[in-house]
Structures are given as C-alpha cells and as structure tokens.
C-alpha cells in the first residue's frame, strides 16, 4: 500500500519533502512595530487632537482619502484618534507590563535564592493568583478604585505578574548551580551580593523579553477594561474607549469606527508574538514552556 | 484510591485560596475611597440626614471593625446567606440563582463547539501539515488569538445581525416577547456561544496540532502503520489518543480565561447571566454582589482543575499507579 499524500505531510523528515523553511516573519514584524511606533511619536507631534474637535458635517463618514479610517459618529477622523488611543495604549502597557515585570522579578528572585519552604510558599501564591480570572480581579480594584489610568495599571500589574516570577525563578535556580556562583559564595560574597552581581545581569535579557512580551497582554487588560466603562476616563481616546464608542455606530451599520481601533490591538499582539517566536526559537529551550502565550 | 488524594490536595490548597480571595476583596474594600452608603443613596445623599446615613452604615455592619465584618459576611456566607445586593435591592442569592442558569447554558454549549471544532479542525491542521491549509487555519487561530473578544463579538453583530440580518444582537428574547420559547431563545444563543466558542478555541486548536503532530513522530505510530494499519485509524486511534491527554490538563487551567470570555460577551450582546451582572455590580460598587460574584468564579476555577485532575486520573493509568507529581 502506498504511503497516501497526507501523511508524507503529516511525517516530515522521512517523507523527502523538505520541512519548510521559517518564514521571515520577524523582519516584517519588527517592521510593522517600527511603523507604529514611528505613528505614535511623530502624528501627535503634526495634528494636534485638539484640531480634531466635533465637526457634525462630517459625522459617520466611511473611508475615503480625505479620512482613511472613516470618522466617528461627531466627525471625528478615525485615523487620528486610534493613533492617539495606540498611544495611551501602549504607554499604560509599557508602565503596567514594567510593573507587573518588577513584582514577578522580585518574587521570583526571592523564590528561587531563598529556596526551601519560602519558595514553596512563595510558588503557592503564584499558583493561586493564576486560578484568579485576571479580568474580575481588575474590574473588581477598578470598581473600588474609581476608573483611572492608575487603577487600570495597578490592576493589570498584580494580576499578572505571575508569568515573570515563574521565568525568574527557575532561571535562578539554574543560576545557582553553576560554578561562578559557588566560587563567589565560597569567596565570602553574601547573598544581597550575589543577587545583585551574579544573578540580575544574567536575568537582564529574561526580564527584557517578559516585559515586551507582557505589553500585548496588559493592553488587552486595558481596552477590556475600558470597552467595559470601567478602564480609562471615557474621554479619552483610547483603544478601548473607541470601541466602546463604535458600538452605537455599529449598530447604525458604520463598521469602521470600531473596526481600526480593533486592528491595532490585533496587529501589534501579532507581531509581537511574531518576534516571540523568532527569539524563542533562537534561545534557551527551557523557558520556551514558560513564555508560551 | 488515588482520586482521593487529590480531591483531598485539590481541597487543602483551596479553602486557603478562598479565605485568601475573601478576605483580600474586604481589605480592598476598605481601603476604597467611596463611601458605600452615599453610593446606595445616589443623589438622595444630598438630602438624607447624617442620622439616617449612620442607621444605613449601622444596619450594613460598616461601622464595625474589618476583622468583624468579613466574620459575620463569612458566618453568614457559611449558613447559606450571602447578603442584599445594595444596586438591584434583592437578596444576592436570589440575583445569582436567576441568571446562573443563563450562563451555565451559554458557556457550556461554546464549550461544547469549542471542544469539537478545535479537536477536528486540529487535527486536521497537523494532519495535512504545511499545507495552504494548514496554514490558513493556523493563520486564523493566531489572529483570534490577539483579537479581543468584545471586538469579535461586536463585528459579528455587524456582519451577521445588521449587515445580513439573519440572528439578532443581543438579549434573551426579542424585545416584543413576553415569555421564553425555545426557538427565539435559540437564535439569540447562536452568535454568543459562537462568539465565545471562537475566540476559546484557537489556543485550544493550536495545542491539539502541535500535540498531534509531535505523536506522529513517535515510534509507536511508526510502528502502526508499519504493521500495516490505516492511516486514518493510526491518527484518530493511535496519535489523536495519546496527544489527548496533556489536553485534559490545559482545559482545567483555562477556566479563569473562559470566566474572562464570558463575561466580555454578556456585555456585549447583553445576555442576562452572571458574568456580565459582574459589570453592573461593579459600575454601582455593589460589594455583596460583587464578593459573591468574585468568589463564584474563583469556585469555578478551583472546581475545573479538580475536574481535570480527576479526568485526567480516568484517562491515563500510569497516574492512577503513580499518583500524582
């Protein structure tokens, strides 16, 4: 019997057919984040959104040249508001990500040096805060806390900061056995010195990749949060203020206003699980597990 | 018996987790800057006197010690009262009850399509491997991956309720009716369990693929079709089989996403359950009804590792020799 078509696919190595070579996805990844970024610093600095003030005549227009991304039901241009809305964004993920990185990074260095029952306590907590829907944890401090940026970071850093300290630890339970470790502790170097001269510089690149990969997530956070009434201030242009503002036009048959500002939640998350993966591929096998989005 | 044991480990690590959850939501409701009371009064504030308000404080326990109220909310909590949901005015028992069906109802049918359509549309993908098809659904699975939900959940609106027409947007019911039937309760179900079930699913097909295509590499399944056995039976008999296992695990740990899920899609198509009652408890600093809520869904999450850890007993021998690790 004929091995069938199918299953020489589903069997490559043996099969002759070549396995397909990665694509070179991270270039136009890291292009594509290039091209948003540049967006967020430099449209700010052309067109005020003061300019962008209500303008009933050319309310609930689709897209055309003039308004690439259409406008909102009072006439504001779309365009230009999502990438307000990517910058408020990405900043509140760039701050809450970074927050949620330090608290990780510091239970993780204590789990991992500390060791013994700390560490298993320690684990415990993290365990528990992941059997904690992120979503409610957040709605539940925002409710109490009056919506605000600062009630939105805060949320999404003590909800996710589990990830990080997972990483963090079994890194620093590695780090422990090798043998400059021993050699500075048998050197007479105390704990507080080895964390700091042994163990932070060998975790830079780990924290480096968790915080960049923590932003898709603490944004998501954020636009659920907001998409809810319960995230920024409402007269914000944020990513998720947008969509919530869509909603009404939506119904009305006018896709665009929520369509864009949803794109650049999913394009940017893409291309940053893009690069993910590219330096995943490229690196330590181990926490490949533990990044796993 | 090792189901026991981790019923018995499942519980211990549980009612420290629920005390921690309890006690944590009072601690944060305490250091909240609103006062409850003038919250419950709205702009009656304005006008109720300061005794009035400090009978209201009284009545509601707050102006006791911290210790002292989360005591008597866990006393009662423990005789079965879960308090007065300041915002609807109902007992919150009586809240849950109503829209804890409506929920059930929606989030176990998208579990059920979910389910299916990641087990079949996986193993599809890993069986016809670097095809264009495979790279179309894998394509897919990791677009919805990065899409929110509620984003989903609003274009289907668009495309499906008022672009084509066929399925209403929201609610229970339609707006004119004033009883429940089958037939209208099912076309509003469609796009939210559909909604739902996409936007769960892609991780979930994403790991049925992979997990596929790694047992295809194993001798086991070299070794079945060598004996001369079908191709499609070595897949669904042999590979499908084996790569099911770590699946039944992973299921257990995403109950706190699907809580998530469920209640981004009642807000958005308006569906009477409890998630989305979560969003309104919150909008109106509803405490009871939202501790409740809080500790519904953290019971939910403890009660779905359980389940998976006990499945997982019944699907794999070698843990129910080995115990657990």
Known sequence: ?293 | MTWIRIVAWRLAFAVPLLLAVTSGMFALAKASPFDPVRQYLGERAMVTSPEIMAQIRANWGLDRPLIEQYATWLGNLLAGDLGESRSMRLPVAQVIGERLGWTLLVVACALVVMLAAALAIGTLSAWRRDSWLDRLITGTAFTTEAAPVFWVGLLAIWVFSVSLGWLPAGGLTDAAATTVTVPDLLRHMVLPVAVLAFSQSSWLLLFVRESVIGVLREDFVTGARARGLRGRTVLVRHALRSALLPFITIMGARVPELVTGAILVEAVFSWPGVAGTTIKAALAVDFPLLAALTLLATLAVVAGNLLADLAYTVADPRVRVLGVS
């Open chain 1, 1 to 293: 019997m004929a091995i069938s078509q199918s299953w020489r696919r589903a069997w490559p190595g043996r099969s002759g057919r070549r396995a397909r070579r990665p694509a070179r996805r991270h270039r136009l990844a890291l292009g594509t984040l290039a091209v948003l970024v540049l967006a967020v610093v430099l449209v700010p600095l052309i067109v005020q959104l003061d300019q962008q003030l209500v303008d009933l005549r050319a309310a609930g227009l689709p897209p055309s040249p003039a308004h690439p991304f259409g406008t909102d039901e009072v006439g504001r241009d779309v365009l230009i508001r999502s990438i307000y809305g990517l910058r408020v964004s990405l900043v509140v993920g760039l701050v809450a990500a970074v927050g949620s990185v330090v608290i990780g990074g510091l239970v993780g260095l204590a789990a991992g040096a500390a060791g013994g029952l700390a560490d298993r306590i320690l684990m415990r907590v993290v365990d528990g805060f992941n059997s904690l829907p992120h979503l409610l944890f957040g709605v539940f401090i925002v409710a109490l806390f009056a919506p605000s940026a600062t009630a939105v970071i805060v949320s999404v850093a003590v909800t996710h900061w589990t990830t990080a300290a997972r990483i963090v630890r079994s890194e620093v339970l590695s780090l422990r056995g090798r043998p400059f470790v021993d050699a500075a502790i048998s050197g007479g170097s105390g704990r507080l010195r080895v964390v700091r001269r042994h163990f932070l510089p060998n975790l830079a690149p780990q924290l480096l990749l968790a915080t960049v990969l923590m932003i898709p997530h603490a944004i998501w956070h954020e636009t659920a949060l907001s998409f809810l009434g319960l995230g920024l201030p409402a007269h914000l242009a944020s990513l998720g203020n947008m969509i919530n503002d869509g909603q009404r036009s939506l119904l009305a048959g006018d896709w665009w206003s929520s369509l864009f500002p949803g794109l650049l939640i999913v394009v940017p998350t893409l291309a940053v699980s893009a690069l993910a993966q590219y330096v995943r591929d490229r690196a330590n096998p181990r926490w490949r597990s533990e990044l796993m989005l």
